[in-house]
Each structure stands twice: as structure tokens, then as C-alpha cells.
Nanobody
Framework: QVQLVESGGGLVQAGGSLRLSCAASGRAFSRKPMGWFRQAPGKERECVAAITWSGSNTYYADSVKGRFTISRDSAKNTVYLQMNSLKPEDTAVYYC????????????????????WGQGTQVTVSS
């Protein structure tokens, strides 16, 4: 079992930055691929970033490429999402997710591919 707890959300003006953290507990976090998703009201939950277990490969949605950075610190059992140049359309609840697979060299971007989810953290960007 893996438990995930997100933090770092809040209200920020357009152009500002936030860093989300996802603290994991449970079995073998450092060997699992991770992802960050977001869901805005009335919209589907979408993957904005994903990372392999080693951190060597990452994925970004086109809408956040160049502005968001995903990283992980296995010693701290934590995954981060650094969000810069925030826009009002980035407003959503952000979730981190973990997939129950070890040492996969692939990142995963499908909502249904993940096995564990955090409770979410609200990010609101004002114009």
C-alpha cells in the first residue's frame, strides 16, 4: 500500500509560482513511477506531468511544457511539481498518483494506469 499526501496549493496571481509536494509512505515508493494530474470543474482529470522511478525520464502536457517541472527526492519519499508562469487556466485541483510497478523505465500518463491517489490540493490562479 502507498499513501500520498499533497501540499503546497493555494491562491496566486497570474505569472506567479507554486511548488506542490507529494509525500509518500508505504512500500517501495522510490521504485514506482509517479504522476501529477489536475482536474478543473466540469473537466476530465488530465495528466500534466509524469516521471519514471529513476527520475531520468519525464513527460509534460503541451499546456504546461516549459513552465512546470516534475522531480523526485527518493531519500525524502517526495515528488514535486514546480509551477512557474502560472495562468488562470491552470486553476484546478492537483493530484499526485503512483503506479504499482517496480523499476519500469516508462512514465505513465493515463488516469486509469495509476493505482494510488492523493486527496488533492487546490491551485487557484487569479488574473
Amino acid at each position: 500500500q502507498v499513501q500520498l499526501v499533497e501540499s503546497g496549493g493555494g491562491l496566486v496571481q497570474a505569472g506567479g509560482s507554486l511548488r506542490l509536494s507529494c509525500a509518500a509512505s508505504g512500500r517501495a515508493f522510490s521504485r514506482k513511477p509517479m504522476g501529477w494530474f489536475r482536474q478543473a470543474p466540469g473537466k476530465e482529470r488530465e495528466c500534466v506531468a509524469a516521471i519514471t522511478w529513476s527520475g531520468s525520464n519525464t513527460y509534460y502536457a503541451d499546456s504546461v511544457k516549459g513552465r512546470f517541472t516534475i522531480s523526485r527526492d527518493s531519500a525524502k519519499n517526495t515528488v514535486y511539481l514546480q509551477m512557474n508562469s502560472l495562468k488562470p487556466e491552470d486553476t484546478a485541483v492537483y493530484y499526485c498518483a503512483a503506479k504499482e510497478i517496480f523499476y519500469s523505465g516508462t512514465y505513465y500518463t493515463g488516469r486509469d494506469e495509476y493505482d494510488y491517489w492523493g486527496q488533492g490540493t487546490q491551485v487557484t490562479v487569479s488574473s
